[in-house]
Nanobody, 118 residues
């Protein structure tokens, strides 16, 4: 398995911005598909953004135009730049890595809390 450590969460006012980071272990980071998920209190975990090993991103409709996912394969890091935050973005955000050389990887980080105050 791959170890994933998220950082960058916190409390921000509505309309503000935050940048989340996910540091990954392992020597085959570039082969992973990576994603950011979030889980709000009382709700199921949902996909926020995904990026393939070839750096092709996809976004949930709720965050299109506001969030940007990116990866730095040289630094084994995944990022999520979030702008125009609103109260509905309040959740625990999780980093996910899947695929890898054998195709059987599915690892999760411990999560980082993002709270947007109105």
């Amino acid at each position: 398995q791959v170890q994933l450590v998220e950082s960058g969460g916190g409390l921000v006012q509505a309309g503000g911005s935050l940048r989340l980071s996910c540091a990954a272990s392992g020597r085959t980071f570039s082969s992973y598909a990576m994603g950011w998920y979030r889980q709000a209190l009382g709700k199921t975990r949902e996909l926020v953004a995904d990026i393939t090993s070839g750096s092709s991103p996809t976004y949930a409709d709720a965050v299109k135009g506001r969030f940007t996912i990116s990866r730095d394969n040289a630094k084994n890091t995944l990022s999520l730049q979030m702008h125009s935050l609103n109260s509905e973005d309040t959740a625990v955000y999780y980093c996910n890595a899947r695929g890898g050389p054998c195709g059987d990887l599915n690892s999760w980080g411990q999560g980082t809390q993002v709270t947007v105050s109105s």
